[in-house]
């Protein structure tokens, strides 16, 4: 049976952040004592510190952009093939398709989602997950992992998530290594579509969620700063359809789509309000084809961040007033342009949870000891799946995987140190979880 000894008290307590974005510290007046078999977990992470780096360059070198069907193939293969040989059932879920409202037209292709299980007596169901897909398409020039001689990591989805999915199996890894797999009930879950809000996965996330009583994911701290609560996520987009003509000699003949979309563009980011904690931001906008032809359709896609799920529905219901009022005219055409709209709210808003808080301070207090320490807690206006599944009703710790920063982008970086010792913590975390 697996036995914890503490000597002295654990004592954590998560200062509350007086208001939300304030980034606070915790006091910790704390000694833990791992115990002999959490010692062991921590040495077994120790002696393989060279193969869970090259295994996390392999991991950052299969290119697993969300639309990377093959590559995220490839991945999910080799990540069933682990957890296979861990003991666990494997099984992949697929997502339909998703039409995409834009002037192109078509639809988004989702890569399989593997779903692993083990299941035995013990009373706790936990979910662990996270997300193979990162936001670097295959054609980006940010391919491989560098490695820098003061442990710094730089590669495309080192933070975001490839470190916490190598923590993921290694600490997997070291549980079995122990036999502390044996009778547990755990369900791991890789989905390929996070980056783009999970709009295929998320009925499979809820559905998972309501089956287990806890949920770890392994999304990365910034600063070591596990996050408490979140913003919720929407989209939404624009197509405005107009009419094309010539520039020059027919330029009263056209109905330019751009010229509306530029209205509605400035409309929708009036909602912008900061003291209500309510973001909009048109993130990629498009019109016209030709420099001199009226342009016949343009199109935006749009972010939004809302602090609880009315303020969700108010942005979603004002973006769709902004779009069913026209303001471009043209008397012989006057059905036009045409302004459609598609919005969804993709992540619920993460609130402040107990349970979770619990798990946060036992992070905290063990990441204390072991290494690379885990100082405080923040709001974030950034969603993982953590959300969705807490949104279904399971209680979820969403940043247990490895500290970065440069998310998104070509400065994307991490470090060994953290990548081991937060290998090590989620061994310990999970560990206690499963035997509760
Ligand atoms: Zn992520």
Request: net charge negative; glycine share 10%.
């Amino acid at each position: 049976m697996f036995k914890r000894s503490f000597i002295g008290t654990a004592v954590v307590s998560l200062v509350l952040a007086a208001s939300p974005f304030v980034i606070v510290s915790s006091s910790l007046a704390q000694e833990t004592v791992l115990s002999d078999q959490e010692q062991k977990l921590l040495a077994w992470v120790d002696q393989r510190q060279d193969d869970i780096l090259n295994e996390l360059k392999t991991h950052v070198e299969i290119n697993t952009g969300t639309a990377n069907i093959a590559g995220l193939n490839q991945y999910r293969e080799r990540l069933s093939n682990d957890l296979n040989a861990l003991g666990f059932k494997t099984q992949t879920h697929s997502s339909s398709d998703i039409d995409v409202l834009s002037c192109q037209g078509g639809s988004i292709q989702i890569a399989d989602h593997l779903v692993a299980k083990r299941s035995g007596s013990k009373k706790n169901r936990v979910l662990i997950n996270g997300h193979m897909d990162t936001v670097f398409s295959k054609d980006d020039e940010f391919q491989t992992l560098k490695i820098e001689d003061n442990g710094v990591l730089k590669g495309p989805g080192v933070a975001d998530m490839k470190g916490g999915v190598v923590i993921m199996i290694n600490a997997l890894r070291a549980l079995h290594a122990q036999g502390l797999l044996d009778d547990t009930n755990l369900t791991v879950l890789f989905n390929s579509d996070e980056e783009i809000g999970s709009l295929g996965s998320r009925a499979l996330i809820e559905e998972l969620a309501k089956q287990h009583d806890v949920g770890l994911v392994f999304e990365g701290t910034y600063n070591n700063l596990a996050t408490r609560a979140r913003k919720g996520l929407g989209q939404a987009r624009l197509r405005v359809t107009g009419r094309e003509s010539h520039a020059g000699g027919a330029h009263e003949d056209g109905v330019s789509a751009s010229l509306e979309l530029a209205h509605k563009v400035i409309a929708v980011e009036q909602l912008t309000d900061y003291q209500k904690k309510v973001t909009v931001n048109t993130g990629v906008l498009s019109g016209g084809e030709k420099r001199n032809t009226v342009p016949g359709c343009a199109d935006a896609y749009i972010d939004m961040r809302f602090p609880s799920l009315e303020a969700g529905q108010k942005l979603e219901q004002n973006i769709n007033e902004i779009a069913s009022k026209v303001v471009v005219k043209n008397a012989n055409y006057p059905n036009l342009p045409k302004v459609e709209s598609w919005t969804v709210l993709h992540r619920p808003v993460k609130p402040e949870n107990a349970k979770v808080d619990e798990i946060i301070a036992e992070a905290m207090a063990l990441s204390a000891v072991i290494g690379e320490p885990i100082t405080g807690t923040r709001y974030s206006g950034g969603g993982t799946d953590g959300s969705i599944a807490q949104g279904a009703g399971l209680p979820t710790m969403d940043s247990l995987g490895i500290d970065g920063k440069g998310a998104h982008s070509s400065r994307e970086e991490s470090t060994v140190q953290s990548l081991i010792a937060r290998t090590k913590l989620a061994a310990v975390m999970l560990a206690r979880q499963l035997h509760k």
